[in-house]
């Protein structure tokens, strides 16, 4: 998949999710490292969860022991998402 709009890379977080290969294209330096920075905490979080594409036992122990904090501050988001779906 190549993206030539980025924007806030939840195309390359779904991709991610099925494990199809991503291309975003960035046309500032600023906003390239914005979205490294939001796949790679969506890939930590994604390498936790069993079943999924990235998930590895041994690593999802390992990213679990390190990034506890960002993986627990990461659920809470998915679960105010999913409560602000459920008002709606």
């Not at 980025?6 to 991610?16: D, E, F, M, T």
């Not at 099925?18 to 500032?28: H, N």
Request: aromatic share 6%.
């Amino acid at each position: 998949m190549v993206d030539f709009s980025p924007g806030s890379g939840a195309l390359a977080r779904a991709c991610l999710e099925l494990g199809i290969k991503y291309v975003g294209i960035c046309r500032t330096a600023e906003h390239c490292s914005w979205l490294i920075n939001v796949t790679n905490r969506a890939a930590v979080e994604i390498a936790t969860r069993e079943g999924t594409t990235l998930y590895d036992q041994d690593l999802a122990k390992m990213l679990s022991t390190h990034f506890q904090e960002l993986l627990d501050e990461l659920h809470a988001q998915d679960a105010a998402k999913s409560d602000d779906e459920e008002e709606k």
